[in-house]
């Protein structure tokens, strides 16, 4: 079992930063692709970010591409997410998911590919 905590989240100004942080338990962590999700209220959990085991191939949602990076820390075992230049829609519940593969392709926004999730953190952008 792995557990992922994520922190970071808060109260931000449209056009501010944060900083999303996830930590795993698992020593086997350095072998997962890792992935952010985030859910708004009323809608369905969507697709942000994910990268790779070794952190060499990343993917985002078109709707983050160029504000938003994830990266990853295996001698830490944290992944992160930088936001920047928020926007009130970029307002949800981050999640933080592991998957048991190596590789997030194909389809990295598919739910059913991760084996684990974090409790999520909130991230509220005001306008």
């Known amino acids: 079992q792995v557990a992922l905590v994520e922190s970071g989240g808060g109260l931000v100004q449209a056009g501010g930063s944060l900083r999303l942080s996830c930590a795993a338990s698992a020593r086997t962590f350095r072998t997962y692709a890792m992935a952010w999700f985030r859910q708004a209220p009323g809608k369905e959990r969507e697709f942000v970010a994910a990268?790779?085991?070794?952190?060499?191939?990343?993917t985002y949602a078109d709707s983050v591409k160029g504000r938003f990076t994830i990266s990853r820390d295996n001698t830490e075992n944290t992944v992160s997410l930088q936001m920047n230049t928020l926007q009130p829609e970029d307002t949800a519940v981050y999640y933080c998911?592991?998957?048991?593969?190596?590789?997030?392709?194909?389809?990295?926004?598919?739910?059913?590919?991760?084996?684990?999730w974090g409790q999520g953190t909130q991230v509220t952008v005001s306008s």
């Open positions: 998911a592991a998957s048991r593969r190596a590789e997030w392709a194909p389809r990295p926004g598919l739910h059913s590919k991760y084996d684990y």
């Open positions: 990268i790779n085991w070794s952190g060499d191939s990343i």
